[in-house]
């Protein structure tokens, strides 16, 4: 199997491919985790958001998802503290809350370590900053939180444990597919090399459109858009928690996240993209939307920005609000009769692991039968030094 991409969906599969028994070859361009795989919000979490668009399956397996990493990578992902205030002016009632929170213990198995929890007037004074003028209610419940770039690495060091190959930097440049396997040209120290697979996953993230269009014969590729979410990295130590905003003019949702020592992450934004997704790099108007959120819920914190940086989420094309839109990952195939090329539009870091298994299923009739070698679900990962 030939992997393009080396985010956190390429190791995925790298891994479930070389845990099935699998040969594997993975491709990455410029560095594990490079694209958008560097620049999330780094949540592990089943998207309680996404209750409002009823994605329940979409939430049940996220949670699924985190509870596993929780077991499998302790060092790299770690439960968190979220709360959500709610002002006379919040959108969201309490009550409306108080449901989605409940509905997503319940999805969650309703363990102790998943229970939510009204935070007691007494309390509002220790939340970081928070501002109680207009306060109603705060609501804390549980997900948590990694380290993208080390996850990433991480599952590729388990995927190369068990026999998977990755050259890098590496870049696909063109394949032919043909009946029994796909020739494969790629670019690795100056030279351009070949190799047979017998299937291709276009794990290229925002690439992935571009990536259709050197396949032949030629695969048409899904209506996606690329959007930009932008992150800034703030001073000024965040200590209970994330906290989670409703902003008030929008109504979208905005993070203040611990990071690092004495730094906070705050993200994240929505603006249309277009053009070389290597070049994607926050909008002046969004560090000022993110700025606006932060100062109005956190007015006496420190207003120095240390970094800031965008990344790309595809999304199903639509005409509606980015926000809204379904995070459910899509993985089209060029034949469903023998399926020799997949790729993987969209998608959460979270779920990294269900959607490898996901494309294994997808290409299962064109893989030689092998003995699988190991489960995903009990590997564990480490962080790499
Ligand atoms: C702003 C934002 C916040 C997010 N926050 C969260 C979150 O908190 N939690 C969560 O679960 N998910 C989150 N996500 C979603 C998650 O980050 C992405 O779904 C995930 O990182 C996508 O990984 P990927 O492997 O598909 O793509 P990428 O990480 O972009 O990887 C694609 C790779 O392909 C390589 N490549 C491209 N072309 C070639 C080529 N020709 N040859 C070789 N290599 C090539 C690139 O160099 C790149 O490394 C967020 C996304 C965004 C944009």
Redesign the pocket.
Known sequence: MLV???????VGVAQAAAAAGHSVLL????GL?????S???????GGLRYLETADIPLVRESLRERELLLRLAPELVTRQRFFIPVYHYTSRRPWVIRTGLSLYAVLAGLGAKVRFRTVPRAEWGNLDGLTTEGLQAVFQYWDAQTD?VQLTRAVMRSAASLGARSLCP???ERASVGADACRVTYRYRDTDQVCEAKTIVN?????ATS?LERIDPTIPGLAVENVQ?S?LELLGRVERGCYYMEVPFDRRAVFLIPWRDETALL??TEHAFQGDPASVTPFPEEIDYLMTVYRHYFPGRPSDILDAWA???VLPGSQGKAFSRSRETQLPVDDPRQPRVVT?F?????GYRATAQKVMRQLRKSLPVREPVADTRTLPLRAVD
Do not use: M, Y
Request: net charge positive.
């Open positions: 393009v991409g080396g985010g956190i969906h390429g491709l990455e361009r410029q985790a490079a694209g958008t795989s620049r999330s919000s780094k949540l592990i979490h993208d590496a870049s696909f794990a290229a993230g925002p690439w990536l979410g992150h993200g994240t990344g790309l989420r993987i969209g998608g959460k870091l979270t």
